[in-house]
């Protein structure tokens, strides 16, 4: 009988928290193979607690089940973290200290990754089992490549392949040096857990607060003055006129805007300052022009102008907003500025998931097989992972500003609401109607509505143009019939009689109706033509404005934060927005011998939005469009200094161009007067 050390731990004899030894006898001469030192058959000594010692490097598939799917979730919490440093570090270089995501990302991208290295950990187990030999060798070394891929899977421009190539030869080094120091590993792994749980933790927090800290700092404890209204300022977002029925349509898309218009005053030429949400949301809130606004993709909207929401906030008001566009339309975007709630950003299962680099590449690799499936199957167009799956719908709209409402007692209240319903990929909730169009039945059909916009301007057929029109009228009209409901509710707890409801859009959209470079203009942020700025407008105002009234001048989306004031009750020159309120109706233009300058709207966009604002819209910014619009003339200026002139009474989709027959004076004098008006003196 021969005496060999064993490997074990927790027996007396251990020191400085290395593994004890206890002699163990092996029968057999000398001849008989001698187990080594630490191998996986072990006996304790006596009084000794067995317990399994393998772990993710040890050569050997794990004893304890759990101990990988372990090892796997703290991997994870390591790689979160990992890349959200790298996240936060891209933030600040490139992205001029914007999220452009939830900021719930702070902990959702620890948390995803938590789980996909668990459920990863989990199946790595089941798969190593059967091989109690190697096994463990082989699951570490696919932990480490998964571990090292997915941070860099997070750096801009590096190709997914390249990646994965990287990690698995980094980790066909770092693997067997875990197994060489697999117990330092094991106790790290301890060790660590605890304080990365509570970093965790404390990054929710951080998150959450964010919210209550915004709530507080938007509310105000004084008293709103004795029979205030309410005020509901209804936006949806990307809905041009021509497409309702309060501006012509020839289809009925809108039924139950046009029976609320009824009870007030509809606006025939309302244009938005703007072709796309955030300047537009930021001159309708500020009561300024985009020229005026320090604001674009790279920057938020500053303090340095007060918005509505502060102002009636200071008035006493309750103030909430309810924002479905997640992309511009955001608190981060300072959209947000005095309200006391304020909700944008969806926070679910599946955003946790696409919020870490390694969810986002799995959802991306999954969407087209989810694509023929869902076509063979006859399902509507949206499937968990479109892209437009997790926007607010209007009926998750509706449900939280009223739940809100319900709330708010007798205190009066400003609700601002924001509907992507209408906004492409132009795909209706399961289970809504198609009046207009049939379900998308090809693979290329439901594709060419998810990807219509596209990165590169391309040819569009009449099919594809005619399919996109169809299906953003389907969505209009659902969007109308969620208004409907809305306003039903509203009546139903009986606060429609005291409430100044506004139903207006921030910008339109384009289906090919101009060109810009020999190809169709698609969407929106594109041009200043009517399809993109000439928008829908209704006002009701119980017991102020009177019924079925049509007000067919032209009128600025910039006059809403002065007309606003105006109808609950508070003298302009106390306010501290510019413009004028447009109700009553201004002058007839029979009174008004020059309409040119006093009814003019001003619409202007730079494609150039990450320039400073004085260098966007500077006169020697070749790319900037002008538009001033008056009842039925538009004149257009360009930054090259080219013009363009539109009898829109008898030339409504601005086809022909009468700028080169008017010579320099006439009309063209008069426009170019009112544009040098509106704009600075640069």
């Not at 006093?598 to 320039?611: I, K, T, V």
Request: net charge neutral; aromatic share 8%; proline share 8%.
């Amino acid at each position: 009988m021969k005496s060999i050390l064993t490997k074990t731990e927790g027996v007396d004899g251990a020191r400085d928290g290395r593994p004890g030894y206890a002699p163990r006898i092996i029968p057999g001469g000398s001849g008989q193979t001698q187990r080594r030192v630490g191998e996986a058959t072990m006996e304790p000594s006596a009084g000794a607690t067995p317990r399994p010692v393998e772990d993710v490097g040890s050569g050997r598939a794990p004893a304890n089940p759990l101990a990988l799917v372990i090892a796997a979730a703290w991997a994870g919490l390591v790689v979160g973290f990992v890349e959200l440093g790298l996240f936060l570090a891209r933030v600040h270089l490139t992205q001029h200290g914007l999220f452009r995501k939830s900021p719930h990302a702070l902990w959702m991208i620890p948390v995803a990754n938590l789980v996909l290295f668990g459920a990863v950990g989990l199946f790595l187990t089941i798969l190593v089992r059967p091989f109690p030999k190697g096994g463990g060798l082989l699951a570490a070394w696919l932990l480490c490549t998964l571990a090292l891929t997915t941070p860099l899977l997070a750096v801009p421009g590096l190709w997914a392949s390249c990646s994965l190539m990287l990690g698995a030869g980094l980790a066909c080094w770092i693997a067997p040096t875990i197994q060489a120091h697999r117990g330092r590993f094991r106790r790290m792994v301890r060790a660590s857990l605890p304080p990365l749980g509570l970093a965790l933790v404390a990054l929710g927090a951080i998150a959450s607060g964010r919210d209550g800290w915004a709530a507080r700092s938007g509310s105000s404890h004084k008293a709103a003055r004795p029979g205030a209204p309410n005020v509901l300022l209804v936006v949806m977002d990307t809905v041009r006129a021509d497409a309702t029925n309060l501006n012509g349509s020839p289809r009925n898309t809108t039924p139950n805007l046009a029976r609320l218009a009824d009870q007030g005053v509809r606006f025939e030429r309302a244009i938005a300052t703007s072709p796309w949400t955030l300047t537009s949301h930021a001159s309708m809130f500020t009561g300024r022009w985009p020229w005026e606004l320090s604001v674009g993709p790279d920057r938020a909207l500053d303090t340095r102008y007060p918005t509505l929401a502060e102002y009636l906030g200071r008035q006493g008001y309750a103030t909430a907003g309810f924002a479905a566009n997640t992309v511009f339309c955001t608190a981060e975007y300072g959209l947000s500025r005095g309200f006391g709630h304020y909700e944008d950003f969806v926070v679910s299962p599946l955003e946790t998931l696409r919020s870490s680099a390694l969810g986002w590449l799995i959802c991306r690799r999954l969407e087209p097989l989810l694509d023929q499936l869902w076509t063979a199957a006859g399902r509507e167009a949206s499937h968990p992972l479109e892209l437009s799956h997790h926007r607010k719908g209007a009926a998750e709209i509706n449900q939280a500003a009223l739940s809100w409402i319900a709330n708010q007692g007798d205190r009066p209240y400003f609700v601002f609401l924001n509907y992507l319903d209408a906004h492409d990929p132009y795909l209706v909730p399961s289970g809504a109607a198609h009046p207009f169009s049939r379900r998308p039945a090809t693979l290329t059909e439901r594709r060419a509505l998810r990807d219509w916009i596209g990165e590169v301007p391309r040819q569009r057929t009449a099919e594809e143009l005619r399919l996109a029109r169809d299906s953003y009228d389907d969505c209009l009209a659902y969007l109308d019939g969620q208004i409907g409901r809305l306003v039903a509710e509203l009546g139903r707890l009986g606060r429609l009689e005291d409430t100044v409801i506004v139903v207006t859009s921030d910008h339109g959209e384009h289906f090919g109706e101009h060109n810009h470079n020999g190809y169709p203009i698609v969407g929106h942020r594109q041009s200043v033509y009517q399809p993109e700025i000439h928008v829908p407008l209704i006002v009701i105002a119980p017991n102020r404005l009177p019924a079925k009234t049509v007000v067919p001048g032209a009128v600025s989306l910039r006059d809403l934060p002065a007309t606003l004031v105006d109808l609950v009750g508070i003298p302009q020159a106390r306010a501290p927005f510019p413009g004028r309120s447009f109700l009553p109706p201004s002058v007839d233009s029979e009174s008004a011998p020059d309409r040119v300058v006093e009814g003019a709207a001003l619409a202007e966009f730079s494609p150039d939005q990450d320039r400073p604002v004085s260098l966007r819209y500077h006169p020697g910014a070749t790319d900037l469009m002008r538009a001033v619009v008056t009842d039925d003339q538009v004149y257009h200026r360009h930054g090259d200094g080219h013009e363009e002139y539109y009898d829109l009474r008898n030339d409504p989709s601005e086809a022909v161009d009468l700028a080169p027959s008017q010579g320099s004076r006439g009309p063209l004098d008069r426009f170019r007067a009112a544009l040098n008006r509106l704009t600075p003196p640069w």
